[in-house]
């Protein structure tokens, strides 16, 4: 199949561009490298032994969409493509909302004005907010805290309304949980820019040296340990996640909303201590206060993407803290020491 990957220089889009050329689709990258290297997209090519197209265009650029449709015909698009940074996102809240779910817009309408109605979309378990229950459902009480998360919200909301105006359009919303990782080879991974906001990441800069100490926000939590609890899921196996959920879309109509988690949660305890387990390196933090709007534990119900996508995750805590350390220890300075 003919695949459009928005964002797929990035972190997440990366690692699904390597299973999609792996699995023979063809794929056209489009990109406009505000927080992310065409050094990834080489090493996507060293891994698969071929290159993925790509374009440096923006989503808000229809003009340029429009060159790219027409050039490549995709099938279908996988939708990456957008600003994450929870805090950026209070002190910027109108970049987030153009970018995002303006660009959004006028990614949706460059595809129908080609007749290309199959939709991946990133979305994130921040839209459930500070959850109620535990395991989370997708039919959780929906309510994001930021303007981040609301963009997501309101994009996942732009969508149900779009395939309820147009039932031909076929969607699927993956509400990620916390990716972390990296591909078994070590030649694409997570590369923060600045100080790593996320856990995982902040933890390898220590492991590697590039960081004196992680600070943990909070031991008061209601947790075992009153730290907070996440469920980390590999990227890898988000990334196939995204290959079922095109096939899907390929099989028949509709629109799935489904959870892309492992199930399990861990604390931060626990992922600093399977961290120094596996890579033999010590993580020297401290305690701090609790970090404003942090919630203290968030976890997956897996079951709806096992029943519509037929996807689970199969790659263990050991096996993210692995093939991360990997990544890390190959590339310290993450790509930038190789541009
Ligand atoms: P990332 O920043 O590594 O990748 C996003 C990519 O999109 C980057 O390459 C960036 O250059 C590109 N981009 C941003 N705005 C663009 C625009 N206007 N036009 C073209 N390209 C643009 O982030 P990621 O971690 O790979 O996340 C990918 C998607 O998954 C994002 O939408 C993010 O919100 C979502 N998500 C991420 C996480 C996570 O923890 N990483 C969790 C849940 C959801
Ligand atoms: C995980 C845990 C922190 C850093 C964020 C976004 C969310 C999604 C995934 C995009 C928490 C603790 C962290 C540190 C720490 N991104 N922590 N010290 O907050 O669950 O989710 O990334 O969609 O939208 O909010 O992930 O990795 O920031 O934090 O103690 O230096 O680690 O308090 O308990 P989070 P995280």
């Known amino acids: 199949m003919r ?41 996507v090519a060293g891994i698969c032994g071929r290159a993925p197209a790509f374009a440096k265009v923006d989503i808000c650029d229809k003009a340029g969409l429009r060159q790219v449709f027409a050039e490549h015909r995709p099938e279908a698009v996988v939708h990456f493509a957008g600003l994450k940074a929870v805090g950026e996102s209070v002190e910027k809240p109108l970049s987030y909302y153009q970018n995002n779910i303006a660009g959004t817009a006028t990614l949706c309408e460059v595809m129908a004005e080609h007749g290309v109605r199959q939709l991946v979309f990133s979305s994130s378990a921040t839209v459930y907010g500070d959850p109620e ?117 390929a099989a028949g109509p509709g629109l799935v909303t489904c959870n892309l988690g492992t199930g399990q949660g861990y604390s931060v305890l626990e992922m600093v201590k399977s961290f120094e387990r596996v890579s033999g390196r010590k993580v020297p933090y401290e305690i701090i206060a609790r970090r404003p709007g942090d919630i203290a534990a968030c976890y997956a119900d897996p079951s709806m993407a096992q029943k519509e996508l037929g996807w689970t995750t199969i790659r263990s805590l050991d096996e993210m803290c692995r093939d991360g350390w990997r990544w890390q220890e190959g590339n310290p300075k993450g790509y930038s020491e190789t541009e």
């Open 3 to 43: 695949v459009l990957v928005t964002g797929g220089a990035g972190f997440i889009g990366s690692h699904t561009v390597v299973e999609l050329l792996e699995a023979d689709h063809q794929v056209v990258v489009v990109d406009n490298l505000s927080n992310s290297s065409l050094v990834a997209l080489e090493r």
């Open 133 to 249: 229950t535990l395991p989370i459902r997708e039919d959780a009480p929906l309510g994001a805290t930021n303007p981040y998360g609301r963009t997501k919200l309101f994009i996942e909301e732009m969508l149900r309304d779009l395939h309820v105006a147009d039932p031909s359009w076929r969607i699927a919303i993956l509400r990620y949980f916390n990716p972390i990782g990296a591909h078994s080879s070590g030649r694409i991974g997570e590369d923060p820019q600045g100080i790593p906001s996320n856990l995982f990441p902040f933890i390898t800069q220590v492991a590697i040296g590039r960081r004196d100490r992680l600070q943990v926000f909070g031991d008061d939590y209601p947790t075992a340990d009153g730290t907070g609890v996440r469920d980390y899921i590999h990227v890898v196996d988000l990334a196939l996640g995204h290959l079922k959920a095109l096939e899907r879309l």
